[in-house]
């Protein structure tokens, strides 16, 4: 597996599909564990992650390790991070349509070899590449999608929480329906997570 995904982070590095290869200081291919019991995807790197190559390490990254680790899920144990995008829109705009559609394969690649329990999708533009849909973040919001026979939950990007403290709620709302879920498919999953 680690073989198989540093060679798809190589391709990424490699890559000039889109626009976004030109004003990339860094490819940001994902980063965890190769054996996750979760994928968390969104969007597409910030300015944090187009300067370091990994993913949610700006106070958006900080907020998000906060929110897994309140279900005992992390990065560093059971956890894989990647985003819709690898390279950095500039002025972190939203990816355009035909961004995505250029770098989609990658994340789709990472998903079928490391084959996640559950995955967690941070945000509309994570959520409608996924889902391949248009509908409102609210509505994706609160029940399971199907995601090639992987049961997936939309909630809000960690970023929107950072500007409305008013979705903390509803957010942890989604975290605790994503928790019951993970616990229904791996009764035992929070006996290796270790708190930082």
């Known amino acids: 597996t680690e073989q198989t995904m540093n060679a798809i982070a190589q391709k990424v590095a490699r890559c000039s599909r889109c626009v976004l ?10 980063f965890g564990s190769f054996q996750p019991l979760v994928m968390v995807i969104g969007e597409g790197p910030g300015a ?18 906060k929110m897994l680790e309140a279900i005992s899920l992390s ?5 894989y991070i990647a985003n819709i995008v690898k390279c950095r829109p500039p002025n972190n705009r939203t990816p355009l349509p035909e961004e995505a559609d250029a770098c989609i394969s990658f994340l789709e690649a990472q ?6 329990k559950l995955i967690l999708a941070a945000g509309r533009t994570a959520a409608q590449n996924l889902l391949k849909t248009t509908e409102a973040l609210g509505r994706l919001r609160g029940t399971f999608r199907d995601y090639n026979g992987i049961p997936l ?10 500007r409305d403290v008013s979705l903390k709620r509803p957010a942890w709302e989604d975290l605790k329906l ?6 229904r498919l ?11």
């Open 153 to 162: 939950l939309v909630t809000y990007h960690p970023s929107a929480l950072l």
């Open 48 to 65: 944090d992650e187009d300067e370091t190559g990994l993913p949610f390490v700006g106070a958006a990254g900080k907020l998000l390790d």
């Open 178 to 183: 994503f928790r019951a879920e993970l616990l």
């Open 21 to 30: 290869a030109k004003t990339r200081k860094n490819t940001v291919p994902g």
């Open 75 to 79: 990065r560093d144990t059971n956890c």
């Open 186 to 196: 791996v009764p035992d999953y929070a006996k290796d997570f270790i708190k930082k």
């Open 111 to 116: 998903i079928h070899i490391l084959k996640p």
